[in-house]
């Protein structure tokens, strides 16, 4: 499975952007995929995770309110609405696939429960 990250760029604060996220390959049937984010000289953080059916969502409290994650499997595709942007969400985003099944959303918040990772797209929100 390959992930393709797309969609960043340079916007201003208070502005909204849309990143999106395709899968391809052999069929993906993971449980759930989610977005971290990484700034320079950070660790990645988490940002969201939805389920596989699209109805699960769960959210870091650092965006929650402001962003929305969201799956169309028909398109094998995940998007992040993100709203509101501020200058501290600036950084890479990356998604990410696992196979891995929690009854706890708040499990999905480690980088290292994810098997696949796309290579990531540049957020930068000016104050």
């Known amino acids: 499975v390959q992930l393709q990250a797309s969609g960043g760029g340079l916007v201003q604060a208070g502005d909204s952007l849309r990143l999106s996220c395709t899968a391809s390959?052999?069929?993906?049937?993971?449980?759930?995929m989610g977005w971290f984010r990484q700034a320079p000289g950070m660790e990645r953080q988490f940002v969201a995770v939805v389920r596989l059916s699209g109805r699960t969502t769960y959210y870091s409290d650092s965006v929650k309110g402001r962003f929305t994650i969201s799956r169309d499997n028909t398109k094998n595709a995940m998007y992040l609405q993100m709203n509101n942007l501020k200058p501290e969400d600036s950084a890479v985003y990356y998604c990410?696939?696992?196979?891995?099944?929690?009854?706890?959303?708040?499990?999905?918040?480690?980088?290292?429960?994810?098997?696949?990772w796309g290579q990531g797209t540049l957020v930068t929100v000016s104050s």
């Open positions: 390959g052999r069929t993906y049937s993971g449980r759930a």
């Open positions: 990410a696939a696992t196979l891995r099944h929690y009854s706890n959303m708040a499990y999905y918040n480690t980088p290292g429960e994810y098997n696949y």
